[in-house]
Each structure stands twice: as structure tokens, then as C-alpha cells.
């Protein structure tokens, strides 16, 4: 019996829309992730271990955990900064600035890998100086991070400004009325009251770092064992037709994203020990 | 300790929340801000505390000019509205993390920060709930662990934002004569922000009536509630009905309404003075400052509810209603009378401020 | 300046700036600038061409029309996520931002092996003469696919917080259910489906990875503006990839605006 029975559905009605949401859900979106990993398989595990063993494999593995060990603690820090003074000041422009850094979400990937081909391709602006002094930014490592850094920008800032915002500041007053510096106020004051969060917005800002294909796919140059990722290498894999390889790769990347799913929905039921309380 | 506010000014863009304040506390007092919501009493409060800054003035405590110091360094004990606890420390540690932040110089050992905050929380009652998270006590608890945290700086000036704001009527009563037995045995030198009149006369030795910005009266409970500085303080204070009229040079006249003309000589304030001048006033009267005579007159009896021996009357006089004391047994409902006043607090109506 | 009641003001939004001027700003003015080497004749021609007509329509409408499909399915999970305790519950809440977790590679990938002529879904299809794989479906399912968690989070915190004393209310007017969800709150709704839509939209038009497999890339057929971006790329023509890239913000710019303002229009009214 629904506590509200003035306004409740019939309950044929309620299985009904339930069950049409299951169905439809389950067909829409599980599917696609069952389909890869019975690709995967399809040939056993045999093969599948061969693909990701394989030293090209191996080597987008590497490279991609290189950069999001870039771009994540970086774009961790810029998100903090960014939401500790929207958060918890007041100064003209505050809006502006945190539309500009939602900006990227709004940029095609492919967009945000341009972008840097413009300012230092070879044909771009500080192409030809970067040619004059040997330094490679795209096709190489920093362009892949900062293609990274480009689309995973806002996920740190936009985890932590709503709850920053609606925890106010009125603990942090109270911090420096005690004596508290600020330092101290962050890190013993702010960071515990946020770390789920902040933990939660770092999980997502991994993953796309981890999974993201357009913006480095524009910058990569897909050499082979040298600038590309797990997502590049699957593509590569595939328009080579070594399809068990390629869903071997995506399998993987899948897993990643199934744990991190999981990460997130235990976060935001309150953290390990329940302790969010927000 | 002593504390002098000169020439204080704030503004929020347009909005001037401060207009030339000045004030002075000495050491032991207990000060209350009265106000209505948006008189600026919490600006003050927070620019005491240094969570805010003047645009001018001066605030001198011990004879320093504090006005540009921030928070950290001021040693003031601040008590929050909501209390502002640290959610995700123990009891224990949000009244432990004033002296386990200072610096490694000053700073007490860990010892000896244990035993200063069981001190404290023996002395607040609530020694037993040392472990427990701010979400696991009830609220008049958490007032108590937000004054030990505050304390625990052993403050030279304590503030407290509306202290009883967020408590039920009940648990409020309590605490009041608590925390004045308590400012009083640890020698505070307190200020509180309050818009309850009760709570301020109740409680404070000196208080100060803040309306738009200003402070309109700084004195002792009684004498505010005897001699109010102008018609705001009159209005807001002691429950007095308000009546427009004029002053003549012979007595005061009602407008709007059939009550009869009182001579000078029973008027009070300012204005009843003989030679105070005449024109456009305003009159404030006490529901116990009236007298009512059964039998044909001006008024009649509307609702009457007993209250304490005496009787709560509301009697309709013309088009408007009049709330007066009456003994017991008096009147009828739906009775007339002649209902006079005995006397009146008397402002002539002149723009109170001129706008700066 | 004004002193503030906390620290670490100006060390937060220095960062910041730096932080956002060097990775975003600076990079954007570049696309805001380049295509203009071309001169303003140049951009046009470069952006007139079929091709490019062809493949910023199918980028536009297809992202339009893949959004405007998943309201009602957005509608249905928030509404039940909200309303109803049922078992799997938790596991539709999760399931839900699949396709925010998964890289775009992925889900193109496996989006193309489902719909594929021979895949678990695309045979059957195939079979009733509905081909979604290497057509202008399959770009549409892509962009619906990833587009989805959109308006489920947009709509889902909004319905949470609808006061449930109107819909009472309502009822004790005499309004039957239906009559209650069609003029209480499904108006209440709109502003937040809007917002759904317009975040769905933008995100589709945008989108490359999971499209690229399924759409077979078909130049004038099935060919997306991203797309084109990369393959003027590809010829060193940095100025018309850019005039391309211009061209999509400045749409999806003017989309959004439009959007917003009816948003407004709608609360007015």
C-alpha cells in the first residue's frame, strides 16, 4: 500500500512502466556491453590473453596510464582551486568563469584535439618555432595530454562546487575565528568534508582520461607502440579486421568503466562508512 | 578587556547594512543586539569577529585598532547560528581544534589540550558525548559544543549569532540562565545578536537597539523600556499600540479615532515636556495603560482571554481594534464602554534620520 | 582591495586562471581565429561545399531527432527511479550512466556488432528490411545512446523535488491520474525535459567515437561533421578544418541559446 494512495498508480500500472523501464534499458544499453564482451570471447580465452599480452597492446596500456597520471592530478588541482573560490567567494565575473570551465563540455572531442594541432602542428602557430628548436608537442606525448586535459577538464570543479556550495562557508569561518590558517582550514576543515566527492569527481575524470578517443585520436598520429592509447589501438585493431583483438581491448576498457560506475554509486551512497553526510 | 566601535561604516553595494556605528563595552559586560532582521546586527556581529571588514571606522579592542586584522588573529570566540560544527570530527576534536592549530610555538601539548577540553566539557555538561559526531546530539548540545569550541581559545570577547535562534522554545528557556550564570562565572565579556526582546532584556546588561544600520539606543534593560529613545525603540519594544495625532501646546489629539484629547502633564517622552514643540506625533501605548469604565462610550468588547489574574481584551474603538489589561470580571463580550488611556508615550513625527 | 572573512582568495583564482586561460582559453581563441587566414569569402566557400552542408545537417538533425526520441524513454526511467521501489532498482540507477562511463571507442564498437546485418539485433532488423548499421539510423542510435543519461539526470532531481501536495491537491479537485501527470506535472517537467534535450543535443552533435564505427562514413550520406574536421586534418588544410570546427560551436551555440530562451518563454508563461 503506497503511503500516498490519493496519488498512486494501480499497481498493474506501476509493474507495467517498472517493467517497460527494465526491458527497455536492459535492450538499449546492457546489450551493447554484453555484445563486446561475448566478442571477446568468442574464440575463448585464448586469444583474448594473446591480444592484450601482444607488445603493441602492452605498450597503448602504458601509454595511456601515463597520461591520465598526467592529466587527472592536474586537472584535480585546477578543479579544486576553481571550486574553492567559486564555492566559497564572492567577486564579479564568478558566474563567467564557472561557465568557462564547464566550457569543455560542450566542445566535440574532435574539437578539442584540433584545437592543439592549431596552436602546434606544424602548420600551426608555434609550429614552426617548435620545429626550429626540435620539440614535439602533437603526434607525441604532450599533445595526447593535452588533448586529455582539454576534455576531462571540468569533471573535478563540477563534483565539488554544488556540494561546496551548499555546505557554504560558515566551518571555514569558524576555522579562522580559532585560529585555524588557511592551509590548515583546507586541508583539516574542507578536504574531509568533501573527499567523497572529490574522490567520486577524480574516479569519473579518470575514466574519460582513460577512455577518450576523439580528441586524442586528432593529435595521436596512431604510431604504433609509440602514441597510441587503448582506445586508438582498438580502433587500429579493428580496420585491421583483428576483431577478437579489438573487443579484447574494448573488453578491458569496459571493465574500467564497470568499476568505476560502481565506485561512484557507493561514493554517493555516503562513502565507505556511510560518513557523507551531506 | 574593553571594546570601542568609532565611525563604523558598510556597505553591500546600494545597501548600507552600517551607518556610523559607535559603541562601547567594557570588560564583564554582557551586551545584547536587538534589531529586526536586516537592522545590521550580524554585520556587526562579523565584523567584530573579523569575518568582515569596515569600509571606515575604527574597532579598538584593548585600545588597538583591529579593524583590518583578520579572524585568525584576533583571538574572539565566535558561536554560530547553526553552530557551524565540524561535521565529520568528533565533539572531542571540534572543541580541541583551536589550540591544535596553533602554531607548533604555542601550542599546548596533546596532553594537555585533553585535559583542557574535558575541563571545558565537564563545565558545558556534556563530558559524556566527548566521541560522538555533531549529527549524533541533539541541538541544544551542539550550542553547547560550538561555546566549549569557541571557549577553548580562551577568547578576550565572545560573540554569539542568535545563540538561541535554531532551539525549541522549551530547550531555549534553559540555556538562558545558563549561559548568564555562565558568563558570569568564567568573567566573559559577551556580545549577542538577538531579535527577540525578551531574549535581550532577559539577559544582557546593557542593550543596543539597532534599526537600518544605526544604533538607536545603547542602555540598560530598564531604562530603554522606560525612557525609549525615539518612536522605533517605543514601537519595538514592550508591546505598545501604535496611534498617529497632534501635539498641541494644551495636549495630544487623536486622528482616526474616538479616544479623548490627554492633557501634556500625562504624557511621557520627549515630547511632554511643556515647551517640546507641537505638530504631527505619534503615540505609543502599553495594552496595561489603559482604563475601561462599563456603560455607554467610545468602545465595545470584542474577545477577552484571561492571561495571568488579569484579562487580554481586544475592544474595537471606531474602525480599529485596541488590545488592552483588564481585571478579571470587568466586562462582557459585546458590552460597551468608555475606554480612556492613562498615559502615552509621545514622538513628534519628523523624519527620524535624515539620510546621510 | 576589500579584505576577505577567508584565505586563499587570490592563491585559488590564480590557479585557476592559468589553469583555465592556458588549457582552454588559449586553445579556443586559436579555432576562433584560424579560419580567417581563408578571409571571409574563403570560410564561406570552404564551409559551402556538399559535403560539408551534408555532413553539419546530419550532425544537427540527427543529434535533434536522437535527443527528441530519448525524452519520452528519459521521462519513463526517471519517473520510475523516482516513484516506484521495485527490485532491480538500483541496478537501472546504475545502468543508467553506462554511456557517460564508456569510452565512446567502445561503444561504437559494440553498438556496431549488435546492429551489424549479422548482429544479435541487426538480423532481426535486416530481416524486417530495416537497415540501422552504416546509415543515417545507426548515427542517430549512436547519438541517442549517449545522449540518454542527459535527460535522466536533468529531469530525475526535479521530479524528486516536485511537491507531492500538488498532485494531492489535484486529486482532491477531482482531477483522475491521468489528468493529474498530463496538467501538474508534466508542466512542471518541461523546463527540466528542455534542459535534458538541450544537453542531450549538444553532447550528439559533438560526439565521434561511438558514431564513427556505425555510421559506415559515407560522404554526403552518412559522413559527420567531426568527421570532416579529421579528414581536412588529414590534408593539412588546418584552416577549413577549423572553419569546420567553428561552424559546429557557432551552431551549437546559437542552439543552446535558442533553447534557453524558450526555456525562459515556458516559465513566463
Known amino acids: 500500500m503506497s503511503p500516498r494512495p490519493a496519488i498512486a498508480e494501480p499497481r498493474w500500472a506501476r509493474i507495467f512502466l517498472c517493467g517497460l523501464a527494465l526491458l527497455l534499458l536492459a535492450l538499449f544499453l546492457l546489450l551493447p556491453l554484453a555484445a563486446v564482451f561475448t566478442e571477446a570471447l568468442r574464440r575463448g580465452w585464448g586469444p583474448v590473453w594473446q591480444a592484450l599480452s601482444d607488445p603493441d597492446a602492452i605498450a597503448a596500456i602504458e601509454l595511456t596510464l601515463l597520461v591520465a597520471a598526467i592529466a587527472v592530478p592536474v586537472n584535480t588541482i585546477g578543479g579544486v582551486a576553481g571550486a574553492w573560490c567559486i564555492a566559497k567567494f564572492d567577486f564579479p565575473g564568478r558566474a563567467l568563469l564557472l561557465a568557462l570551465i564547464e566550457l569543455p563540455f560542450s566542445v566535440s572531442p574532435v574539437i578539442s584535439g584540433l584545437v592543439w594541432v592549431l596552436l602546434f602542428g606544424a602548420h600551426g602557430w608555434f609550429g614552426p618555432w617548435l620545429q626550429a628548436h626540435d620539440l614535439q608537442i602533437v603526434f607525441a606525448l604532450p599533445g595526447l595530454v593535452l588533448a586529455t586535459l582539454f576534455v576531462t577538464f571540468p569533471f573535478v570543479a563540477r563534483t565539488l562546487i554544488p556540494l561546496m556550495q551548499e555546505q557554504g562557508r560558515s566551518a571555514e569561518e569558524a576555522a579562522a575565528t580559532l585560529g585555524a590558517s588557511g592551509w590548515q582550514t583546507f586541508f583539516r576543515v574542507t578536504l574531509p568534508e568533501i573527499r567523497w566527492a572529490l574522490l567520486s569527481g577524480v574516479l569519473l575524470c579518470n575514466a574519460r582520461a582513460m577512455g577518450e578517443f576523439g580528441a586524442v585520436s586528432v593529435v595521436s598520429g596512431h604510431v604504433r607502440g609509440e602514441t597510441n592509447t587503448m582506445p586508438l589501438h582498438i580502433e587500429i585493431l579493428y580496420n585491421e579486421y583483428q576483431f577478437v583483438g579489438a573487443f579484447a581491448v574494448a573488453a578491458l576498457l569496459a571493465l574500467l568503466a564497470l568499476v568505476t560506475l560502481a565506485a561512484k554509486a557507493l561514493l554517493e551512497r555516503g562513502g565507505p562508512r556511510g560518513s557523507l553526510a551531506a | 578587556m574593553s571594546l570601542a566601535l568609532r565611525g563604523l561604516r558598510r556597505s553591500f553595494g546600494p545597501a548600507q547594512a552600517l551607518r556610523d556605528i559607535a559603541l562601547e563595552v567594557k570588560g564583564g559586560e554582557f551586551v545584547a543586539l536587538l534589531g529586526p532582521s536586516g537592522s545590521g546586527k550580524t554585520t556587526l556581529l562579523r565584523i567584530l569577529a573579523g569575518l568582515d571588514f569596515p569600509d571606515q571606522g575604527e574597532v579598538r579592542i584593548d585600545d588597538q585598532d583591529m579593524a583590518q586584522v583578520p579572524a585568525r588573529h584576533r583571538r574572539i570566540g565566535f558561536v554560530f547560528q547553526h553552530y557551524a560544527l565540524f561535521r565529520h570530527m568528533t565533539v572531542f576534536e571540534n572543541v580541541a581544534f583551536g589550540l591544535r592549530v596553533r602554531p607548533r610555538s604555542s601550542r599546548p601539548h596533546e596532553a594537555e589540550i585533553a585535559a583542557r577540553v574535558r575541563r571545558l566539557l565537564e563545565r558545558m555538561q556534556i563530558a559524556e558525548l566527548e566521541r560522538r559526531l555533531p549529527e549524533q546530539i541533539s541541538g541544544g548540545q551542539r550550542q553547547r559544543v560550538a561555546l566549549a569550541r569557541a571557549l577553548a581559545i580562551e577568547p578576550r570577547l565572545l560573540l554569539l549569532d542568535e545563540p538561541f535562534g535554531a532551539l525549541d522554545a522549551e530547550v531555549r528557556k534553559g540555556l538562558r540562565h545558563w549561559l548568564r550564570a555562565l558568563h558570569v562565572e568564567l568573567n566573559l565579556t559577551s556580545l549577542f545578536v538577538t531579535h527577540d526582546q525578551d531574549e535581550a532584556m532577559e539577559l544582557a546588561d546593557r542593550v543596543a537597539v539597532m534599526q537600518a544600520g544605526r544604533i538607536v539606543q545603547f542602555d540598560t534593560p530598564a531604562r530603554i523600556l522606560d525612557q525609549p529613545a525615539n518612536g522605533f525603540v517605543a514601537g519595538f519594544i514592550g508591546q505598545a499600540q501604535r496611534f498617529a495625532g497632534r501635539l498641541t501646546p494644551q495636549e495630544l489629539v487623536f486622528d482616526g479615532i474616538p479616544l479623548a484629547p490627554l492633557p501634556r502633564h500625562r504624557l511621557l517622552g520627549e515630547a511632554a515636556a511643556p515647551g517640546a514643540g507641537q505638530g504631527p506625533a505619534e503615540a505609543f501605548i502599553r495594552a496595561h495603560e489603559w482604563r475601561a469604565t462599563p456603560g455607554p462610550g467610545n468602545a465595545v468588547l470584542t474577545s477577552a482571554r484571561p492571561a495571568g489574574g488579569r484579562v487580554q481584551a481586544v475592544f474595537a474603538l471606531g474602525d480599529s481594534l485596541v488590545e488592552a489589561e483588564l481585571p478579571p470580571g470587568l466586562l462582557e463580550p459585546g458590552e460597551p464602554c468608555q475606554l480612556d488611556p492613562l498615559t502615552a508615550r509621545v514622538f513628534l513625527a519628523e523624519a527620524p534620520f535624515a539620510a546621510p | ?269
Not at chain 3, 582552454?24 to 574563403?42: I, M, Y
Not at chain 3, 528490411?129 to 552504416?134: I, Q, S
Not at chain 3, 535534458?196 to 543535443?201: H, Q
Open chain 3, 1 to 269: 582591495m576589500r579584505q576577505r572573512s577567508l584565505p586563499g582568495f587570490g592563491v585559488s583564482l590564480g590557479v585557476t586562471l592559468v589553469w583555465l586561460v592556458g588549457l582552454v582559453l588559449v586553445p579556443l581563441l586559436a579555432l576562433l581565429l584560424r579560419p580567417w587566414e581563408l578571409g571571409p569569402l574563403g570560410v564561406w566557400k570552404s564551409l559551402a561545399e556538399p559535403r560539408v552542408l551534408a555532413a553539419l545537417r546530419l550532425s544537427f538533425l540527427g543529434a535533434l531527432a536522437a535527443s527528441a526520441a530519448m525524452l519520452p524513454l528519459g521521462l519513463l526511467v526517471a519517473w520510475v527511479l523516482v516513484r516506484y521501489r521495485f527490485p532491480g532498482r538500483r541496478l537501472l540507477d546504475g545502468v543508467v550512466d553506462l554511456p557517460f562511463a564508456l569510452p565512446t571507442a567502445v561503444a561504437g564498437l559494440a553498438l556496431t556488432a549488435l546492429y551489424a546485418p549479422n548482429g544479435w539485433l541487426g538480423a532481426p532488423l535486416d530481416a524486417l528490411g530495416l537497415k540501422v548499421a552504416y546509415t543515417p539510423l545507426g548515427v542517430g542510435l549512436a547519438m541517442a545512446f549517449v545522449g540518454l543519461p542527459f535527460v535522466v539526470r536533468t529531469v530525475e532531481p526535479v521530479l524528486r523535488d516536485l511537491p507531492l501536495e500538488a498532485e494531492e491537491a489535484a486529486a482532491t479537485l477531482g482531477a483522475s491520474r491521468p489528468q493529474v501527470v498530463w496538467r501538474v506535472v508534466l508542466p512542471a517537467l518541461a523546463p527540466a525535459l528542455l534542459a535534458g534535450f538541450a544537453m542531450a543535443s549538444a553532447r550528439a552533435i559533438g560526439e565521434y567515437g561511438s558514431v564513427i564505427f556505425i555510421a559506415g562514413n559515407m560522404p554526403m550520406v552518412s559522413e559527420i561533421a567531426p568527421l570532416l574536421i579529421v579528414v581536412r586534418l588529414e590534408q593539412f588544410d588546418y584552416a577549413g578544418a577549423a572553419a569546420v570546427g567553428l561552424a559546429m560551436l557557432a551552431l551549437s551555440f546559437l542552439l543552446l541559446l535558442g533553447l534557453n530562451l524558450a526555456t525562459r518563454f515556458w516559465r513566463r508563461a
